[in-house]
Every structure is written in structure tokens, then in C-alpha cells.
Nanobody, 116 residues
Framework: EKQLVQSGGGLVQAGGSLTLSCVAS????????IGWIRQAPEKAREGIAC????????YYKDSVKGRFTISSDNSRNTVYLHMNTLKPDDTAVYYC?????????WGQGTQVTVSS
């Protein structure tokens, strides 16, 4: 079965850091575009970061640029979202996503809460 399993997240004070993990099983990340999407309460989902291993350029939404970083560990088939200098506005459920012509997979979502 092809799936993404997330971990990490939790409660952190403003200015703090968290790292989210997303492990793929049943397929290789290398073949997919990987994105991190979040949804804050009563707001639409927004894509905040996206990359593909074959493309050296990584997209970051302006609101997280310079604070969030995507990294990957191909040996573990895992993608990470490193979040620094967190703000209360970053409070949301965070999802990882892997998509290409063959499929579109979502993690189960992870709550990140940033207190002021």
C-alpha cells in the first residue's frame, strides 16, 4: 500500500522551532513532486513549500521564506519540514503531499500550534 505517514508537530512558543517528518512507503519520493500544505482554522489550505529531487529549485511561500526549509533523506525515503522562528500565524494542520502522473498521496496531517 502506498502511503505517507507524518510525525512531529505539537505546541511551541513563538520564536521556537519544530521539524515535521513525512515517510513514504510503497513508493520512492524521488519520482514525485513533494509539497507541504497547511490549513489554519477557518482558512483555505495553502501550499507553503514544494520541491522535486530532479529540480534544484525549491518553492517557498513568501510568508515562510527564510524560516522554513525542506530537506530529504533518500535512504529513509523521508522528507522533512524544518520550521524556525515560528509565529502564531503558523498555527495550522500541516500535510505532506506527493504527486506525479501516477498518483497523488497525502499524509494524515499534523497539528502545529504556536503560542504567543
Amino acid at each position: 500500500e502506498k502511503q505517507l505517514v507524518q510525525s512531529g508537530g505539537g505546541l511551541v512558543q513563538a520564536g521556537g522551532s519544530l521539524t515535521l517528518s513525512c515517510v513514504a512507503s510503497g513508493f520512492r519520493f524521488d519520482d514525485y513532486a513533494i509539497g507541504w500544505i497547511r490549513q489554519a482554522p477557518e482558512k483555505a489550505r495553502e501550499g507553503i513549500a514544494c520541491f522535486k529531487s530532479s529540480n534544484p529549485n525549491t518553492y517557498y511561500k513568501d510568508s515562510v521564506k527564510g524560516r522554513f526549509t525542506i530537506s530529504s533523506d533518500n535512504s529513509r525515503n523521508t522528507v522533512y519540514l524544518h520550521m524556525n522562528t515560528l509565529k502564531p500565524d503558523d498555527t495550522a494542520v500541516y500535510y505532506c503531499n506527493a504527486r506525479n502522473w501516477a498518483g497523488n498521496y497525502w499524509g494524515q496531517g499534523t497539528q502545529v500550534t504556536v503560542s504567543s
